[in-house]
């Protein structure tokens, strides 16, 4: 038992959880047990205030995720790469979604770097750490589309939800060249799926997804 209050209470609320779920569907786990074939790969925010399961009132075994800070979509990124390959040639996802959200933090640090940002140059977008520091590596991309963008005039409430909106757009764009997408479009999945893409914002303020609108498939490729 831990000494944590907080550790305490979410196993004690995974006991309740799955004595409810038992109670209610006999079978539930057992069947869990059996294998995932989830029709969505979800690629979110890390943000603690982003759970894609309870936003979407998801049961397991709907979702396939990867998150991270920012949601983004590296296509040197190992982890990104092997996670969308794995979801479509073996477990069959139809769907990938990346989803930012309001307020995102990642968005945020990389809106109030642009300003400093220099091409080529390696660059701190959260001070007090060295421009080698892996989170700012990571955000990187992130500060260059913000000072792309041209916002660092613009004030902080105005320019911050078009860097997010313009940021999951990027991640779409990283996504769709990926081999593992090039090469479903092109021969369809090896689970002989066709693959959509799209690109989601999740409003902290009124709990609600909204589609921006730029799905793309197999005969829309961009």
């Known amino acids: 038992m831990s000494d944590h209050a907080i550790i305490t209470d979410i196993l004690a609320s995974n006991v309740q959880w799955?004595?409810?779920?038992?109670?209610?569907?006999?079978?539930?786990?057992?069947?869990?047990?059996?294998?995932?074939?989830?029709p969505i790969l979800w690629i979110g925010c890390s943000d603690s205030r982003v759970p894609e399961s309870v936003i979407t009132g998801s049961r397991p075994?709907?979702?396939?995720?990867?998150?991270?800070?920012?949601?983004?979509?590296?296509?040197?990124?190992?982890s990104a790469l092997s996670a969308l390959t794995y979801a479509i040639d073996f477990l069959g996802v139809e769907h990938v979604v990346v989803v930012g959200h309001t307020e995102c933090g990642g968005c945020a640090a990389s809106f109030a770097a642009c300003p400093g940002y220099?091409?080529?140059?390696?660059?701190?977008?959260?001070?007090?750490?060295?421009?080698?520091?892996?989170?700012?590596?990571?955000?990187?991309?992130?500060?260059?589309?913000?000072?792309?963008?041209h916002l660092s005039s613009a004030p902080k409430e105005e320019a911050l939800p078009i860097l997010v909106?313009?940021?999951?757009?990027?991640?779409?764009?990283?996504?769709?060249?990926?081999?593992?997408?090039?090469?479903?479009?092109?021969?369809?999945?090896?689970?002989?799926?066709?693959?959509?893409?799209?690109?989601w914002?999740?409003?902290?303020?009124?709990g609600k997804l909204n589609d921006l609108s730029i799905s793309r498939g197999a005969q829309n490729v961009c």
């Open 18 to 38: 799955a004595s409810d779920v038992e109670q209610a569907e006999p079978e539930f786990f057992t069947q869990l047990a059996n294998g995932q074939s989830p």
């Open 61 to 78: 075994g709907t979702l396939f995720v990867l998150r991270n800070i920012a949601n983004q979509f590296h296509l040197d990124d190992n």
């Open 118 to 149: 220099v091409s080529g140059v390696p660059t701190v977008t959260v001070p007090g750490l060295s421009s080698d520091d892996p989170i700012n590596r990571w955000l990187d991309p992130v500060t260059a589309l913000a000072a792309s963008l």
């Open 165 to 199: 909106e313009e940021n999951v757009k990027l991640q779409v764009d990283n996504v769709c060249m990926a081999p593992a997408i090039v090469n479903a479009w092109a021969n369809k999945s090896a689970k002989g799926k066709d693959i959509f893409v799209h690109g």
């Open 201 to 206: 914002v999740f409003d902290l303020e009124t």
